[in-house]
Every structure is written in structure tokens, then in C-alpha cells.
């Protein structure tokens, strides 16, 4: 899957949880990035986080998700 689609997917995924307070809403959306994206499409977004779009709360969450791949 392309990364501007893994992109696209991931902000509406934080659009679901915009009403929640920040770090609230940046925990739900990493963890649903955890449970129910395949590794590939984890490792995708990790891979171009630089180069993709993402919402504040949403590149927040990769960020966090690219530690958690790494250590």
C-alpha cells in the first residue's frame, strides 16, 4: 500500500479520536495502529514518516510507534 494512502487512512483514524485530550487521543490512535495494522503497513508509515502528511495528534503516534519498533 502506497504511503500516501497509509497516511490518508491513519488521519482519519485520528479524526475518529480528535475529541479526546491530546495525549489521550495520540495512545488510542497508536494502539490502534498496533492492533489492527498489518506489520507491513506499520513498518510503511514508520519508513516515510518524514515525507508524509500527518495530523499533529496522528505523526505523534508513529513517532511513538517507530520507538517501539526499534528498542
Do not use: C
Not at 52 to 59: H, I, K, Y
Request: negative net charge.
Amino acid at each position: 500500500m502506497s504511503p500516501e494512502k497509509l497516511a490518508y487512512m491513519a488521519n482519519q483514524i485520528g479524526k475518529f479520536f480528535a475529541h479526546q485530550p491530546h495525549d489521550k487521543a495520540v495512545a488510542a490512535i497508536n494502539d490502534h495502529l498496533q492492533k489492527f495494522w498489518d506489520p507491513r503497513m506499520r513498518g510503511t508509515i514508520v519508513q516515510h514518516l518524514p515525507d508524509v502528511e500527518l495530523d499533529p495528534s496522528v505523526r505523534e503516534a508513529v513517532e511513538q510507534l517507530r520507538g517501539s519498533q526499534q528498542g
